[in-house]
């Protein structure tokens, strides 16, 4: 019987998911919001991009789910919402270089 797959699972699979612009992954990026796990491996998860227009938009989405596959999950699915919208953290802003 295979492992029960966990949060601890789809975050290391996010940490993997580089926003190609800000060189850092999308999971220390804050960007994503909440992993919502279902009983049969699948998930959804809650994600915004740095700005509704973010050009990378699509390609992000199809790395995570494809991060999401290779560790195990099945029908990753997201939930893009731009409310909130995104704000770097003051942590975020420190790893950008922005302070």
């Known amino acids: 019987m295979s492992e029960k797959l966990t949060k ?10 580089t926003d190609p612009e800000l060189g850092l ?5 804050e960007l994503i919001y909440d992993i919502n796990l ?4 699948s ?12 050009p990378y938009g699509p390609s992000l989405m ?3 789910k494809d991060k999401l596959k290779q560790k195990g999950f099945k029908n990753p ?9 995104w704000e770097p ?4 802003k420190m790893l950008l270089g922005l302070q």
């Open 77 to 85: 699915e997201i939930d893009l919402v731009f409310e909130p919208i």
């Open 89 to 92: 953290s003051e942590k975020v």
């Open 43 to 54: 998930v959804v998860i809650k994600m915004t991009l740095t700005s509704p227009m973010c």
């Open 38 to 41: 279902k009983d049969d491996d």
């Open 62 to 64: 199809n790395d995570v």
């Open 25 to 29: 992954d999308i999971y220390t990026l």
């Open 8 to 17: 601890k699972h789809a975050v290391s699979a996010l940490k993997k998911v």
